[in-house]
């Protein structure tokens, strides 16, 4: 069966969860080619060719698939998709917002977050933020998923697919791409960061997120946050980590003055090693937590943070 | 301009999932069910609409069993002027509300259509965006902020890395984030007035739409369980565990 992948990427290369969502392709069927569409693209394209297990990669050069705006990149893989028996996307806001566009126009229901593959028409996918797990069927010819990128590893580099020009589908004219406000930081993007270091409502001000800051910029780890430190206005939303936020599964996870509300434990339970910090021992984050020490945060960070420091 | 909202019931956000013990599903007997916190936001985001001039009137829809009636009374509660019930006792998939929209979009002709991002339910983030391609109109998806005039929406959505901004023309389906607003309580007189608001019970046949569901649910299960670890006492012990137990650091 032919798999279609249509990756997101930022014209030089392609999203890293493009390689998870090449991975999740190679379990539901062997023949993967990856949709790159976009404005001078050629680049992007080439990462894709050079991800392992890709056995083709369609290039679709149109300036109207230069900011991904759904309704124009839809038809294009609606055109494409009867060659294939799966339509594959990442979860991350490009996959949730193109792929439900598509799955409707197919006429076809879509699978979402799929963290499971059991067989090439069934899957398992959270549900009540991560309280449940289901096991879908699907029926339907073509089928529509995206996948939860931390639950499948990513395919390395080093393959050589061939890279086929095709045409693009022009504009609808529904939507226009005015700009972008995103965060500036020099540290690693958190859905891919190694460590990721979280602060939570009992860090009490976004001025105490400096003491944070200070421990991910010794330890090269992103920074998040719980929802009640991104409703207190601490930090920007694009920090949050949960189900409503961004999911998230580094080799080491810091919980610090989080309390651990289900929501939250539903972006990072999936995380190799898990460090709370908590001065209420009755905290629900300790229950998932592998190393958990109790005591007053602010105390606890800078020591750590010297300790990091002394190899 | 009409603005038509969708409200979905679902297990209240509070009340704690208890997956039944034949793996058929999750206990829904005798559980407090609400509106869809989403779907909260998309009703007063409405209702700002409304109070600005920006909406004449604010249809609230939902789909689903005779009991939705209460979820679409609490739209009225806090300020939709009247309610549409699909009622339907089969289990409804979001393409099959999308369909079921779609028709009652056709007949009722709103310029907006606002729902939320995501029910807290199935999780799916679906809806909104299949209604918007059956009806050939543009999307808004995860909107932070939205800003109406002239026959365009200015959205902001939160996106991967921050914040988007885009313009989209009208009708429109806008999906909603949580920031975008706070909704309100209704009051206790507004409440007693919601209950003489009116709500058209319609029915998916009559409307001409097959809702069988696409996806078949084969179990339901209770996640693995992460098991807790050990509390150390000391930074010290900390660092000495991620760095010769776990390896991390």
């Known amino acids: 069966m032919a798999i279609l992948v249509v990756a997101a990427h930022d014209g030089k290369t392609v999203r890293s969860n493009v390689a998870n969502a090449v991975a999740a392709a ?268 109790v005591g007053d945060l602010f105390q606890i960070v800078p020591e750590l943070t010297a300790a990091v420091e002394k190899k | 301009m009409k603005v038509l909202v969708a409200v979905k019931r679902v297990i209240d956000y509070n009340v704690k999932i208890r997956v039944k013990a034949d793996n058929t599903g999750v206990e829904t007997a005798n559980v407090k069910m609400s509106m869809n916190p989403f779907d909260e936001i998309a009703v007063e985001e409405a209702i700002r609409m409304k109070e600005k001039g920006a909406a004449t009137e604010i249809i609230a829809f939902s789909a689903g069993p005779a009991q939705c009636q209460e979820t679409i009374r609490t739209a009225l509660a806090m300020g939709a002027d009247r309610g549409v019930l699909v009622q339907s006792d089969t289990e409804l998939q979001p393409l099959a509300v999308a369909k079921l929209l779609k028709a009652v979009v056709d007949k009722e002709q709103p310029g907006l259509v606002i729902v939320g991002k995501q029910a807290i339910d199935d999780d799916s983030n679906q809806t909104g965006q299949m209604l918007a391609a059956l009806l050939g109109w543009s999307q808004g998806t995860f909107a932070n902020k939205l800003n109406v005039a002239d026959g365009t929406a200015e959205v902001k959505r939160e996106v991967d890395g921050g914040l988007e901004n885009i313009k989209i023309k009208l009708p429109a389906v806008i999906t909603t984030d949580l920031r975008l607003n706070e909704p309100r309580y209704a009051s206790l007189p507004n409440i007693m007035k919601a209950k003489k608001k009116p709500i058209e019970t319609l029915t998916a046949d009559a409307l001409g739409v097959d809702v069988a569901p696409r996806l078949k649910v084969l179990k339901v299960e209770e996640p693995p369980k992460r098991k807790a670890g050990i509390k150390v006492k000391t930074v010290a012990e900390l660092v000495d565990k991620l760095r010769n137990e776990a390896g991390v650091i």
């Open chain 1, 26 to 293: 190679g379990q539901m069927g062997s023949d993967v080619t990856v949709l790159v569409a976009g404005s001078n693209c050629a680049e992007a394209a080439k990462s894709a060719a050079a991800l392992q297990g890709v056995a083709k990669v369609l290039q679709a050069e149109d300036a109207a698939y230069a900011n991904w705006v759904a309704e124009d990149i839809a038809p294009l893989v609606v055109k494409l998709a009867p060659g294939y028996s799966h339509v594959v996307m990442a979860a991350d806001s490009v996959g949730k917002n193109v792929a439900p566009r598509v799955a409707a126009l197919l006429d076809v229901a879509q699978v979402s977050e799929a963290i499971q593959v059991v067989s090439p028409d069934t899957f398992v996918r959270p549900i009540y933020a991560g309280n449940a797990m289901a096991t879908v069927q699907t029926a339907d010819k073509i089928k529509v998923v995206t996948i939860r990128p931390t639950n499948f590893k990513a395919v390395a580099a080093g393959g050589s697919a061939p890279i086929e020009q095709i045409g693009g589908e022009g504009a609808k004219g529904l939507s226009s791409y005015v700009g972008a406000e995103l965060s500036k930081s020099e540290r690693p993007e958190l859905t891919s960061a190694k460590i990721v270091i979280s602060g939570g409502r009992g860090l009490a001000s976004g001025e105490n997120f400096k003491l944070l800051e200070t421990l991910a910029d010794k330890l090269g780890a992103g920074l998040g946050a719980s929802r009640a430190a991104v409703d207190a206005g601490y930090v920007p939303n694009d920090y949050q980590v949960g189900q409503t936020g961004k999911v998230v599964a580094p080799d080491l996870y810091i919980a610090v003055g989080i309390s651990g509300a289900i929501q939250h434990l539903a972006g990072m339970k999936d995380s190799k090693t898990i460090v709370a910090i908590n001065k209420d021992e009755e905290a629900p984050i300790f229950q998932v937590a592998d190393y958990g020490i």
